[in-house]
């Protein structure tokens, strides 16, 4: 216990006289570092909330799972896009035949 509490104040009194000269990593403030990092960490979940808006990822858990083979997975996102194209499609057409 004694040799733990010895060491941790000898390396607390090293870093305290080497924290002077030690400068940070990419050489900028530790104000400057947080904003970063904090930026940084918001753009990641910004992005994930993004994909998962955009793709519609299914969340439900069913009370069975599926057995072997019958996994269908989709993109319920793109399939919507995808009958939204479609339908605007056709009501073009029926326009033009008119």
Known sequence: MHTVLICLLISFYLFSRLQKSVKMP??????RYIRMFGASVLS???????????YLPDLSIPE???KPGELQTELR?????EEATAALQQFKAEQKVD
Do not use: D, I, N
């Open 44 to 54: 990641m979940f910004l992005g994930a909330q993004v994909v998962h808006q955009y």
């Open 77 to 81: 996102g793109y399939k919507v896009r």
């Open 64 to 66: 069975l799972p599926p």
């Open 26 to 31: 990419a050489g900028v403030s530790w104000p």
